[in-house]
Structures are given as structure tokens and as C-alpha cells.
Antibody, heavy 116, light 112 residues
Framework: QVQLVQSGAEVKKPGASVKLSCKAS????????MHWVRQAPGQGLEWMGM????????SYAQKLQGRVTMTRDTSTSTIYMELSSLRSEDTALYYC?????????WGQGTMVIVSS | DVVMTQTPLTLPVTLGQPASISCRSS???????????LSWLHQRPGQPPRLLIY???NRFSGVPDRFSGSGAGTDFTLKISRVEAEDVGVYYC?????????FGQGTRVEIK
């Protein structure tokens, strides 16, 4: 079955970087855009950016430009999201999502806590 | 960016009764390809969101037919014909028409 499995929780200090992974299975990895969406505790959903695994082209939310980098490894059907210069406001649950003209498959989420 | 505004933000409902959530976008969501990429998501506590409705009115696989979506242009509605206990949680509209994706603030559905 189609599945997105994300890496485990992270605790980081302010100013550090974090790199999350999301491994896809059950479908042709290079055929679908993939997105990252985050959700701060008790808050709504925020789109962070997208990557097209076939070629690696990316598009990022303006507010995260310069701090976020999305990459992929087609040999392992995995996408990555690296966020740098972490601040407390980056504490959130981070989801990877498949785009099939809608966000049809979601990963289980990875909690990132930024705290000194 | 396209701003998505949902109303109400909290919706107390009675089991077995209908419910309706509105979503308005700050600009038309009609894509240059003619489609309108307006979706509805449902998130239960402690779970990732799940897709309910895509392209305004298409129910995703496995979604009960008590859920329906409608609308056009900038005004969209999600309706639940008869609310069941499992329908509690937060509902989000989202747009994918412009090259940035945005979500509504979410509507919390709770049982009276």
C-alpha cells in the first residue's frame, strides 16, 4: 500500500539545523510532487514547500526562503527537508505529503522541538 | 498569497443533524488548466490530516457519502448530511491553484 514513513523526533537548540526524512513506498516515487507541511502545537497547517522527485525541482514558502532546503534520493525513494537557523517558532509537527492533485497521502509526522 | 478564510471556527453539532462549513478565498481558485484545486481535509486529535474532498466536490476513496463539497470561484462549502461521532475534529480547506499552497484556519467540529 502507498505509505510515507518519516524519521523520528528531534530536539534541537536555537540556531542549529535539522534534517528530516520521508521514505515513500507502494507507488512510483518520481511521478508525484511531494510537499512538507508543518503544524505548531495547537495551531493550523502551514505549507513549507515542495519538491518534484523527477529532476529535483523545488519551490519554497516565501517566509522560509533561505532557511529551508528540500532534496530527494531516488535510489531510496526518500525526500529530505533541512531547516536551518532554528528558532523556538519552528517547534512543530512536520509532515511530508504526496500531491496527487490533492494532498492524498500523509506521513505520520515528525516532531521537532527547538529549545535551549 | 491566497488567503483562505473559514467560517465558523467552531461548530457545535448534534449527532444525526447536518453541518456546514464555509471557505472563502481571497482570489479566484480557477487554475489556468480549468480545474479548481480546492480540497477539504479532516484531522482527528493526534492524527495527520486526511483528504476528504478534492477539486471542490470529489470524494476521496473511502470517504462516506454523507460528506459533500460544493462551490465555485472564491466560495466553497463542505456539508455533512448527518453528523456521526467520528466526524469530530478539525476541518481545513486548502487551495492548490497558485504556486503556493495555503490552508484555511481550520474549523473545529464538536458534539453538543
Amino acid at each position: 500500500q502507498v505509505q510515507l514513513v518519516q524519521s523520528g523526533a528531534e530536539v534541537k537548540k536555537p540556531g542549529a539545523s535539522v534534517k528530516l526524512s520521508c521514505k515513500a513506498s507502494g507507488y512510483t516515487f518520481t511521478s508525484y510532487y511531494m510537499h512538507w507541511v508543518r503544524q505548531a502545537p495547537g495551531q493550523g497547517l502551514e505549507w513549507m514547500g515542495m519538491i518534484y522527485p523527477n529532476g529535483g525541482s523545488t519551490s519554497y514558502a516565501q517566509k522560509l526562503q533561505g532557511r529551508v532546503t528540500m532534496t530527494r534520493d531516488t535510489s531510496t525513494s526518500t525526500i529530505y527537508m533541512e531547516l536551518s537557523s532554528l528558532r523556538s517558532e519552528d517547534t512543530a509537527l512536520y509532515y511530508c505529503v504526496r500531491d496527487n492533485s490533492a494532498f492524498d497521502v500523509w506521513g505520520q509526522g515528525t516532531m521537532v522541538i527547538v529549545s535551549s | 498569497d491566497v488567503v483562505m478564510t473559514q467560517t465558523p471556527l467552531t461548530l457545535p453539532v448534534t449527532l444525526g443533524q447536518p453541518a456546514s462549513i464555509s471557505c472563502r478565498s481571497s482570489q479566484s481558485l480557477v487554475h489556468r488548466d480549468g480545474n479548481t484545486y480546492l480540497s477539504w481535509l479532516h484531522q482527528r486529535p493526534g492524527q495527520p490530516p486526511r483528504l476528504l474532498i478534492y477539486k471542490i466536490s470529489n470524494r476521496f476513496s473511502g470517504v462516506p457519502d454523507r460528506f459533500s463539497g460544493s462551490g465555485a470561484g472564491t466560495d466553497f462549502t463542505l456539508k455533512i448530511s448527518r453528523v456521526e461521532a467520528e466526524d469530530v475534529g478539525v476541518y481545513y480547506c486548502m487551495q492548490a491553484t497558485q504556486l503556493t499552497w495555503t490552508f484555511g484556519q481550520g474549523t473545529r467540529v464538536e458534539i453538543k
